[in-house]
């Protein structure tokens, strides 16, 4: 099971760490994705992070924003988020996979092989206040 926490409301340019805490599975071995939903828009994948080599990938709208982590020894990952926008706001999930952990170009395919992902969480709201 995954639970993301740490959504909320804030205001523009604001900050907030989501975090995405597994029970009942290790996160070692899992590549961790990070995916947002807004109302009316499909979704899209916001970040990624292996495990085997911790590399870490990012959309173009969130890149140079949003910083990836994972602590594998507290079974969390984390998604912090700075100079949050408007366009930010959105439902956030996190998932994992063991199929992209092993896979080699994983930058191409962690946000489009959505169906590789064996676990999903419930969603953590994140509402920019403009």
């Known amino acids: 099971q995954l639970v993301e926490s740490g959504g909320g409301l804030v205001q523009p340019g604001g900050s907030l760490r989501l975090s995405c805490a597994a029970s009942?599975?290790?996160?070692?071995?899992?590549?961790i994705g990070w995916f947002r939903q807004a109302p009316g828009k499909e979704r899209e994948g916001v970040a990624c992070?292996?495990?085997?080599?911790?590399?870490?990938y990012y959309a173009h709208s969130t890149k140079g924003r949003f910083t990836a982590s994972r602590d594998n020894a507290k079974n969390t990952a984390y998604l912090q988020m700075n100079d949050l926008k408007s366009e930010d706001t959105a439902v956030y999930y996190c998932?994992?996979?063991?199929?992209?952990?092993?896979?080699?170009?994983?930058?191409?395919?962690?946000?489009?092989?959505?169906?590789?992902?064996?676990?999903w969480g419930q969603g953590t709201q994140v509402t920019e206040s403009s």
């Open positions: 998932a994992v996979s063991a199929l992209l952990d092993r896979s080699r170009n994983i930058d191409s395919r962690c946000f489009h092989d959505v169906w590789a992902y064996d676990y």
């Open positions: 992070m292996t495990d085997n080599d911790r590399s870490t």
């Open positions: 009942g599975l290790s996160l070692k071995n899992y590549a």
